[in-house]
């Protein structure tokens, strides 16, 4: 079975500074997806970024990106540039490229980001 | 696009009644998906639909939950009777057929037994 474990219930960064938060997954499979989400206090769950296992290249958004390593499944998300918008529950996920039954979003733990002033 | 729609925003309730609670995905999605999120367990696949059809709903916990999707555009999902273990934040979330988008959450219902 497919599993996602983020190991950092908690992390810290100053304003301004750079954070990594790190997501290990478990698959048999060699094509899917990960996603990181972010969960601000407000709870909506906002999609950061999205990787395709097929593609070598990591992924970024503006100060967000992602160091996608596929032989030793790990999924770590890089923040630049921190703000204090930044703070919030990180979710990394991970999604199996095939419909029906198998078309299922599998989440980590979450890992809960301070960012102070 | 007015993105995915759940209501109530929170929801207090005493043990025993019945709690219903409604989404309204993206136009347009094939997938609907409803997670119950919890300290203890974090976020947990409760059943997911496609085309309006329930494709797997192994994660219901227990009988005293059902869930619907009448059309493309409505489900709800119904706790009959309700507990103080059920209390939850509760995610409505679509996506469309193709499977390298994320999904699309709706902002939740908290939902409080008493």
């Known amino acids: 079975a497919q599993t996602v474990t983020q190991s950092q219930p908690e992390m810290s960064v100053q304003e301004a500074e750079t954070v990594t938060l790190s997501c290990t997954y478990d698959t048999s499979e060699s094509d899917y997806y990960l996603f990181w989400y972010k969960q601000p206090p407000s709870r909506q769950m906002i999609l950061v970024i999205r990787?395709?296992?097929?593609?070598?290249q990591n992924a970024t958004e503006n100060r967000f990106s992602v160091n996608f390593q596929k032989a030793a499944k790990s999924f770590s998300l890089k923040i630049s540039d921190s703000q204090l918008g930044d703070a919030a529950m990180y979710f990394c996920a991970y999604r199996i490229p095939y419909g029906g039954a198998t078309n299922k979003l599998i989440f980590g733990t979450g890992t809960l980001l301070a960012v102070q002033p | 696009d007015a993105g995915v729609i759940q209501s109530p925003r929170h929801e207090v309730t005493e043990m025993g009644q019945e709690v219903t609670l409604r989404c309204k995905p993206i136009s347009g999605h094939d997938y609907l998906f409803w997670y119950r999120q919890t300290m203890m367990r974090g976020l947990e696949l409760l059943i997911y639909f496609n085309n309006n059809v329930p494709i797997d709903d192994s994660g219901m916990p227990e009988d005293r939950f059902s869930a619907k999707m009448p059309n493309a555009s409505f489900s709800t999902l119904k706790i009959q009777p309700s507990e103080p273990r059920d209390s939850a934040v509760y995610f409505c979330?679509?996506?469309?057929?193709?499977?390298?988008?994320?999904?699309?959450f709706g902002s939740g219902t908290r939902l409080t037994v008493v």
């Open positions: 979330a679509s996506s469309r057929d193709r499977v390298n988008y994320g999904y699309t």
């Open positions: 990787q395709e296992a097929y593609k070598q």
